[in-house]
């Protein structure tokens, strides 16, 4: 058996997490894999299938070629390896061999890795001790003066763009934003392109969501007031940075868009996945996965990148709960983390967070935005909630049905949130989400019912 | 969400400008603020500050435009809730089992995913093929269908017709109320049986009440369910909104009739033929002419008998026919629709209609005593032959008369050119329903022994699922045969899909063999083979999936 460098066996104890088929398809980069993976899920193009307590599922796949693919899968990342030539990620291969295994509880049987899988494997667990153990010449850079230097003149080139976006924005508001509705997009694009130039990516990012506020429809001279007010008190603030307390400080910074890295101890919990969802952005994609840990109470977010065509990094399952460590970012009220060591294998479920009422849920939203005004939203669990579909729009109405929280507009395009109103049958139900000032986005649900016999915690409706 | 104006201390205070000026700005309105935004500062200064230089005023008006917009979201408060819809009925069917949950999801997020592979290749099984008997499997057991699959379930009902009845079973009172939120799968409120919505049949109030007031589904479903119980109380509900109902819902009341049909509807249905609807005289005419002691059946026979008779000259018995010469107005009032389709002549329409429309036991006494065999084989003058037997055909599946049936079918060896009654594949797809299922099955395995596959497509699709041993053993033999003759295996791609859903999972071992791919004959299209193996390949693992999915539907065993 082979040790973590905790000198802990590997998941000996606890028996690996079966995922669901649900958990399974939502690991599919897009529609086509999922629906190939899902042919071999269901087929008996599998042969030498095995999987051991480490989370390791291993399997030979007949191809259209003489040799089968050779497919193997690590859960507890989870990460894959087939060598099929396919540049998906994950390929259908490895999404068939653990739909295969999350429809029928029998037909992969539990073994030892053959030497091919195992050589995979232990090269994974190699790596991840190397990373465990604390780097030789200590964490600071090579040269801490050169850094400083660097970080000094980049923080003088945003400054540079921070006064120039000013500059554009009083423009604008001398003239009234009346003649911003016939200048169109390009008026914004090139603005964004000052500030990509001066480093500053958030600000860049900022601008160009201007373009699209003055033709989003009714109302927008408002809205444009709020994005332009809320830019302005950005540029603002990052002018008078070293006047801000520490806290804020790092909230501004990372919202102009300097990267800060990770920090302070990590909190070892045991996490619930809440949620994940992709957003594309231009070129790149955004992954967000939403995690609760049971015993510390928080609330956490680890975000990936996915370059055009490519997956981002990390996957996790809706619904599951990793024994791991994570470590949080500064600023922003400190919710973006980064995933740190894992320990044992995923687990098939989990309790959800506690929640609050209604109201509660606004005032959250309010609080964070003391520690950062330039939030959109914050992450909440409602407890006893009865979702209210309706043509003008859907709420979250409590169980006594006094007080409720509009749905976001962009939630009412996803079908899954239907899966929220069967759900809840009328009744109310634990529900997580977003809740912001365009209204509460839900992303996953409890059914108030006992849960299911065999799992140790209440199941995981995802709502996207 | 309601906005409030109760002040709250934004954070961005910090960030703020100093002095008067933004003092003055920062007590505007809001509106005010968004005037000045929009028409601009040199042309509308904020709260007056006119006098504090142009850039100097717009940034006043954005410092108290960021100190507004972060107050108004941090002072967010509940909306006011909308009613909220009622609780979903419950649903006391047992839960899926945990296997058959996860199978339900693949089945229907196959169905969702766009795109991939289309057509009928590869080895591996077609999951949307096989959600039709997952469902009808899970329904037998009298599973209640998973919450979260509601959606999903509701959505492939809408897209395939031929899932719904299905579906709708499965998805039950919840996933009827569901469907009762979701303006796009209103279908499921128009199909469902809608036993989940109504009230106890005892209560004659509340059945009176909801046939007056309630939506078109629920009174159909009512109508149903009390006829069932007591035909006789049906007909006296109908009766009393008859005159008031609209002509489409007289029509679906009407035709909710069809099921158990029986002489004591005939006083209804004889009013009916003098509806102002059209369709409701012709759905009463054509229920009417399937009750053989009907008075309409009767007048339709005479006017039949009086077309169709013995042939009295030569020494070899015929059928002699002289089609009617006008379509009157008793004839029209009977059902009886006076122009035919464009292309076909008017009296032998007629004719195709009264035949159609007669009992079938006229006919015996009408030839000297003759069975439905005999007199199919009659000879028929004037080339009469083809429409005669076409309307018997009919009269035959409306009447659902097996003897008729069997004799216009024909022995199987025959070919269909050559058949008695029709060559019309459809046609005698119909009469076979006719028959009972085991006959049903033997008469098309060795219509399929005789003809091979190319032809017999139709015949399949009526026969009961899973085919029987001698007729599953046919379509295998005939499969082999194709593959042997050269041919390339998606000229049966009907059946092959067919065959994956409808033998029974117990062939796969048998089928095994025929997964190797044999030396090629020399006059075979090249790599047929190969393509056959991939074939029955896809044949044998989609059985194997159908009797793993049965497995995994079957009922857990009892605990002690």
């Known amino acids: 058996m082979l040790l973590t460098d905790g000198g802990e066996p590997l998941g000996a104890a606890a028996p690996a997490a079966r995922w669901t088929v649900e958990q399974v398809l939502a690991l599919a980069p897009d529609d086509a894999s999922r629906k190939a993976g899902n042919k071999l899920g269901a087929s008996a193009s599998w042969s030498d299938t095995g999987l051991d307590g480490t989370g390791a599922v291993w399997g030979l796949c007949k191809g259209s070629g003489s040799k089968p693919y050779r497919t193997v899968v690590d859960t507890t990342g989870p990460a894959y390896r087939c060598s099929c030539p396919s540049r998906k990620f994950p390929c259908k291969h490895a999404l068939g061999l653990l739909l295969l295994r999350a429809a029928d509880g029998t037909a992969v049987p539990a073994g030892s890795p053959p030497d091919w899988a195992e050589e995979w494997l232990a090269g994974r667990r190699d790596r991840a001790e190397a990373k465990a153990r604390p780097a030789a010449g200590g964490d600071g850079p090579a040269d801490p003066v050169a850094a400083r230097k660097r970080a ?300 299911r016999a065999g799992l140790a915690g209440v199941e995981t409706v995802p709502l996207i | 969400m309601s906005r409030t104006t109760s002040p709250t201390t934004p954070a961005s205070a910090s960030a703020s400008a100093s002095g008067d000026l933004a003092d003055a700005v920062a007590a505007t309105s809001w509106e005010d603020l968004v005037t000045s935004a929009l028409l601009g500062t040199d042309r509308r200064p904020p709260g007056g500050a006119s006098g504090a230089g142009p850039d100097g005023a717009a940034s006043a008006l954005l410092d108290a435009a960021a100190l507004h917009t972060v107050r108004r979201r941090a002072g967010l408060l509940p909306a006011a809730a909308s009613p909220r819809p009622a609780p979903a009925p419950d649903d006391p069917r047992p839960p899926l089992p945990e296997a058959a949950r996860g199978r339900l999801a693949q089945l229907l997020a196959d169905r969702a995913a766009a795109g991939g592979s289309g057509g009928r290749r590869g080895t591996a099984p077609d999951l949307t093929e096989l959600i039709p008997q997952w469902l009808a499997t899970a329904n037998l057991h009298g599973y209640r ?154 007048r339709m026979a005479d006017r039949a008998l009086s077309c169709v008779s013995p042939g ?140 091979g596959l190319s032809e017999a497509f139709q015949l399949l699709g009526v026969c009961p699922v899973p085919w029987a041993e001698p007729l599953g053993r046919s379509v295998v033999d005939a499969l082999d045969i194709a593959r042997d003759a050269g041919s390339y295996p998606w000229s049966f791609s009907g059946v092959m899909g067919l065959a994956e859903r409808c033998l029974t999972p117990a062939e796969a071992t048998r089928l095994e063999v025929l997964t190797t791919t044999p030396a090629e004959p020399a006059d075979a299209s090249p790599g047929a083979n190969g393509y056959w193996s991939e074939a029955f390949q896809r044949l044998v693992s989609t059985l194997r999936l159908r009797a793993t999915m049965d497995s995994e539907l079957s009922p857990p065993p009892e605990d002690g």
């Open chain 1, 152 to 451: 000094e003149r980049r923080a003088e080139r945003i400054g540079g763009g921070a006064r120039e976006l000013e500059q554009r924005l009083t423009d604008l508001l001398r003239g009234g934003l009346a003649s911003v509705e016939q200048a169109g997009y390009g008026l914004w694009e090139e603005t964004a392109a000052r500030m990509v130039d001066a480093q500053a990516p958030g600000l860049a990012g900022r601008v160009r969501e201007l373009g699209s506020v003055a033709a989003s429809g009714p109302g927008w001279p408002v809205r444009l007031l709020e994005e332009c007010a809320l830019l302005h008190l950005l540029d603002t603030a990052w002018l008078g940075l070293d006047r801000l307390p520490q806290p804020l400080a790092a909230t501004v910074r990372t919202r102009v868009g300097l990267p800060a890295p990770a920090e302070g101890p990590p909190v070892r919990d045991r996490w619930l996945v809440l949620a994940q969802y992709d957003t594309p952005e231009g070129k790149i994609v955004t992954r967000r996965i939403w995690l609760y840990g049971g015993e510390s109470g928080r609330t956490a977010l680890l975000l990936s990148f996915g370059a055009a065509g490519r997956s981002p990094g990390h996957a996790l399952p809706v619904g599951v709960t990793i024994d791991a460590e994570l470590t949080p970012h500064p600023g922003s009220g400190r919710l973006r983390a980064e995933l740190g060591e894992r320990f044992g294998v995923p687990e098939p479920a989990g309790t959800p967070p506690p929640g609050v009422p209604v109201g509660e849920a606004i005032t959250a939203y309010g609080r964070a935005l003391g520690d950062d005004p330039w939030l959109e939203s914050w992450p909440v669990t409602l407890r006893d909630v009865i979702p209210v579909p309706g043509v003008d729009g859907w709420q979250l109405v409590d169980a006594q049905g006094r007080e409720a929280l509009p749905v976001t507009a962009a939630a009412l395009s996803r079908p899954a949130l239907w899966k929220l109103v069967a759900v809840s049958g009328g009744g109310p139900l634990t529900v997580f989400g977003e809740c912001g000032h365009r209204g509460f986005d839900p992303l996953a649900a409890w059914p108030a019912v006992a849960p």
């Open chain 2, 145 to 298: 269908a998973p919450d979260s699959a509601l959606p999903a379930l509701l959505d492939a009902a809408r897209a395939r017709t031929d899932l719904r009845p299905q579906a709708l079973e499965f998805a039950g009172p919840r996933g009827l109320w569901l469907a009762g939120l979701n303006p796009e799968w209103k279908f499921a409120l128009r199909g469902a049986s809608g036993s989940g919505l109504l009230p106890s049949l005892t209560d004659p109030e509340a059945v009176r009440r909801l046939w007056e007031e309630g939506l078109f589904a629920e009174r159909v479903a009512l109508l149903g369910a009390v006829r069932a119980r007591d035909a006789e109380a049906a007909r006296a509900l109908l009766a009393t909104t008859w005159r008031t109902e609209r002509a489409e819902d007289r029509l679906m009341f009407v035709d909710s009739l069809r099921t158990g049909l029986s002489c004591a509807d005939e006083e209804f249905l004889e009013q009916a033929l003098a509806d102002r609807s059209r369709n409701v005289r012709a759905t009463a005419a054509e229920l009417l002419s399937a009750l053989p002691g009907s008075a309409l059946a009767r």
């Open chain 2, 312 to 451: 009295l000259t030569g020494d070899k018995p015929f059928v002699a026919v002289e089609a009617p010469h006008e379509c009157d107005a008793e004839m029209q009032r009977d059902g009886v629709v006076a122009l035919p389709p464009s292309g076909r002549g008017e009296r032998s329409w007629w004719l195709g209609q009264l035949v159609e429309a007669s009992p079938l036991s006229v006919w015996p006494a009408r030839f000297g005593g003759r069975g439905a065999e005999e007199i199919v084989a009659m000879p028929v003058a004037d080339g009469w032959g083809e429409e005669l037997h076409a309307a018997w055909c009919r009269a035959a599946v409306r009447q659902n008369d097996e003897a008729w049936a069997r004799a216009l079918l024909g022995p199987p060896s025959t070919p269909p050119s050559n058949g008695p009654g029709t060559a019309s594949l459809a046609e005698r797809a119909k009469l076979l329903a006719v028959l009972p299922p085991a006959e049903r099955a033997g008469w098309v395995a060795d219509f399929v022994a005789a003809h």
